[in-house]
Structures are given as C-alpha cells and as structure tokens.
T-cell receptor, first 111, second 117 residues
C-alpha cells in the first residue's frame, strides 16, 4: 500500500518558469510533511516542511500548499533555475520518526 | 562534524556472498535508519533504531539484518546477497522528540551503490 502518492514522475521546465509537484497521502496519522531534494550521486536533504494545520508555507522560491480535507499537498518552485534540477520527494511522518516517501519526481530546468 | 558517513561508496557482490554496509553519525542522534532507493520506487525503509540495543523492521526488511551496539554506528548486513538487492542504500539519522511544531530533520549519508551479480 503506497501511503504517499506523488505526481508527475518527471517534469521539464524552462528557466524562470514555475515547477509544481503534487502529492496525496492516505495515512491520517501523518502530522508532518517534509520535502526532500536529491542531487545526482548525493543523499536526500530536507528542503522545506509543513504541518497539516497550516495551509501554506513559503521559504524563498519554494512554497508548500496544503489541503487537509483533500489530503493533498504540493510544492511550487517559482522562477525555476537550472540549479534546481534534482529529484524531489514528498514524504509523510507520524508519531514515530519513520518517513514514508513518495516515489519521487525528476525535475529538469533548461537554461 | 562529519554528519552521516557511509562506507563503501560502491560494492559489487556475487549472489550468495555476505557483506556489511557501514553507517556512522557524529551528531549524537538517537534515531537511525536504512533505506534502499530503486528507480521509480522512491526510498523504502529497511530497518530502523531508536537507540542503542533497539532495532525494528521497516517496510522491506527481508534479507537484511541490523544491530545497534553504540549510538554512533548502525551497520546493515546482507547475509546472502541476491540480485534483487541491487540498489542504492542510504543511512539516515535524527534526534527523537521534536517540538509540537515539527519533527526533527533526518540527515542522510551519501549512499552506497550495491550491485549483486
């Protein structure tokens, strides 16, 4: 059972464009939703995270939008840059520290 | 701080061989975990530990053993490697017991790329 579903699997945008990654979760015990960014050959690193009682969180060019009733959340990358090219994972975490990841989305930002 | 370190970076095994993937952290984190990453599958939890002497199974534990004798180290053992265990393995660590506002950040190592022939 996949508890966190992520789409699309890949995305190509032009420099300066907006990248949008969507996730949906099933486990209502999740109480924290982090996004991880992974560059080729590296381990994932925390990018931004949100609690389900907050509808939006913004850090620089990265914004999470959260819809608790629909059990959906999304990451928006504004003014996308070639340096943002990476794989992005959404995740959910509940009472324990166990992260449940989506399958990931490979973002390519063309110059 | 070195953070989370993993050795080796690359490994090729033959079917049936055994080996241990090493993971160490110098941040005094209570929680440590192992994930495997396969194309199109995301990261899946293999085993985790909430402290020395305490381990538990994750989503895909079959074929793997772990132990946690110290806070710093969390080795992953493959007793009899199979081609299905070809993957990239990541170790992660974090503190336990976040605030009411957030869970603690999990820090990932650089990974071990394992090929089983």
């Amino acid at each position: 059972q996949q508890q966190v579903k992520q789409s699309p699997q890949s995305l190509i945008v032009q420099k300066g464009g907006i990248s949008i990654i969507n996730c949906a979760y099933e486990n209502t015990a999740f109480d924290y939703f982090p996004w991880y960014q992974q560059f080729p050959g590296k381990g994932p690193a925390l990018l931004i995270a949100i609690r389900p009682d907050v509808s939006e969180k913004k850090e620089g060019r990265f914004t999470i939008s959260f819809n608790k009733s629909a059990k959906q959340f999304s990451l928006h990358i504004m003014d996308s840059q070639p340096g943002d090219s990476a794989t992005y994972f959404c995740a959910g975490i509940g009472g324990s520290e166990k992260l449940v990841f989506g399958k990931g989305m490979k973002l390519t930002v063309n110059p | 701080n070195a953070g989370v370190t993993q050795t080796p970076k690359f490994q090729v095994l033959k079917t049936g061989q055994s080996m241990t993937l090493q993971c160490a952290q110098d941040m005094n984190h209570e929680y440590m975990s192992w994930y495997r990453q396969d194309p199109g599958m995301g990261l899946r939890l293999i085993h985790y530990s909430v402290g020395a002497g305490i381990t538990d199974q994750g989503e895909v534990p079959n074929g793997y053993n772990v132990s946690r004798s110290t806070t710093e180290d969390f080795p992953l053992r493959l007793l009899s490697a199979a081609p299905s265990q070809t993957s990239v393995y990541f170790c992660a660590s974090s503190r336990i017991g976040g605030t009411d506002f957030h869970h603690n950040e999990q820090f990932f190592g650089p990974g071990t790329r394992l090929t089983v022939l």
